[in-house]
């Protein structure tokens, strides 16, 4: 049987450990620059000008979306403008590509300079791109990561026995990491799920209520005065920046129903909450099959396997492991998405039955959103894996295909609180 993990992790539907030595415990983000986030992607670049001018985003403490905010308003652009692959975390220092027109740019001197958007954004000048940056172009991510507070005279063997464990198992379970739920309030999933189900009035007290122990205490108390239907109150001590909590405070002051308050909201928000439920849902699949004892690595009746070398796909017949060029793709489910077969499928419905939801329900014509399934692989690898110590702290680094999260790989090798590494 595998390990049980840790509780806040079982709450974003992450149930098991795949390796069974004990972590090294210990803490990471003491720094911004104990968390190292670079980019890499396909596109080739020029050094003769074209439509779009490719810089190196540079950025520490803030999010990638505050970021471009940032460089749209010193450009006098619109954000949509500025093209990018990936959403990094404001918690780390990262280094990302974007695109911006070259039409934007005439009146500005950028080919020989680092551009300063402010103390915690700056670009640099790489070339010129036919086509922008946008997530098609992403490889992947390189991550360099200290961890403190390791206990020295075992984390080498901790740390070898675990990597023979992973190549054992073929990869690690392509869980959606912490930072997709929410790392000091991981309720995207809940709303999400509220949202699914139709019950408009929980996935509003959702977004405005419950509130939680690691969050600011202002905050808090304004959640609890919303929880007492003091919505005026709440709304006074709501900090700014939280603005649809504070927008849906305003309008239940005005008496507005809960359908109509999320009518309301933008469509991406609420679109953010469902795909974090979808998201839960595909983890508690790997849970279920973690449940069952089915190694990371090995295939059941009726899952699809795809073969990266060949780029063919087919429905399995029996229990084998995969080669090495093989992944297994699994639903993250929604409306139109391709299922298995099978075991594999009584695994994904006996998911979907505990929750009480189905594909067709991603489909919500009350507030015209569809969401679509996907299907997402697994296991992932992890590729030039290295650690050194330095001092009273080691040092992983690794890099990952794009869509996998490097927290859910430091999760089996430290076995601790996800608050001491997300």
């Not at 900090?239 to 849906?248: A, G, V």
């Amino acid at each position: 049987m595998y390990l049980k993990a840790h509780e806040l992790e079982r709450y974003i539907g992450i149930k098991f450990y795949t390796t069974r030595t004990p972590g090294i415990n210990g803490k990471t983000r003491i720094r911004l620059s104990d968390f190292i986030v670079e980019e890499e992607i396909t596109i080739q670049l020029s050094k003769e000008r074209s439509n779009y001018c490719i810089f190196l985003l540079e950025k520490s403490g803030v999010d990638t979306l505050e970021a471009i905010r940032s460089i749209a308003k010193k450009l006098k652009a619109h954000e949509k403008s500025i093209g990018y692959a990936g959403l990094k975390d404001a918690s780390a220092i990262t280094k990302q590509f974007v695109s911006i027109p070259s039409s934007l740019l005439v009146n500005l001197n950028y080919t020989d300079q680092v551009i300063v958007i402010n103390d915690k954004v700056k670009l640099k000048f790489l070339g010129y791109s036919h086509t922008p940056i946008s997530l098609g172009v992403l490889r992947g991510n390189r991550f360099t990561i200290r961890v403190y507070d390791v206990d020295l005279t075992t984390v080498e063997d901790r740390i070898k026995s675990i990597l023979r464990e992973l190549e054992f198992n073929g990869g690690i379970p392509s869980f959606f990491g912490h930072q997709r739920f929410g790392t000091r309030r991981p309720n995207t999933h809940i709303i999400g799920k509220y949202l699914v189900l139709r019950l408009w009035d929980k996935a509003v007290h959702e977004i405005i209520g419950h509130p939680y122990p690691y969050e600011h205490e202002r905050v808090r108390e304004a959640r609890i005065l919303a929880e007492e239907g003091r919505y005026r109150e709440a709304l006074k001590l709501m900090p700014r920046k939280f603005w649809y909590e504070r927008k849906i405070l305003k309008l239940l002051n005005e008496g507005y129903k809960p359908l109509n308050i999320l009518k309301r909201l933008p469509h991406d928000i609420l679109k953010f909450f469902i795909q974090a439920y979808q998201a839960y849902l595909y983890n508690l699949i790997l849970s279920k099959r973690l449940e069952y004892e089915i190694k990371p690595n090995e295939v059941v009746e009726g899952d699809i396997v795809f073969n990266v070398k060949t780029r063919s796909t087919r429905y399995e017949a029996k229990s084998r492991e995969i080669s090495h060029d093989e992944v297994i793709l699994l639903p993250v489910p929604g409306c139109n998405v391709s299922t298995p077969k099978s075991f594999s499928l009584d695994i994904v419905n006996e998911v979907l039955n505990e929750e009480g939801v189905n594909f067709s329900m991603f489909k919500i014509k009350e507030l015209g959103i569809t969401l679509y399934g996907t299907l997402r692989y697994t296991p992932f690898k992890v590729y030039d894996f290295t650690y050194n110590l330095e001092g009273e702290s080691i040092v992983f680094s690794f890099r990952l295909d794009k869509g996998m999260y490097a927290t859910v790989v430091l999760r089996e090798f430290m076995k601790c609180s996800p608050l001491y590494f997300t």
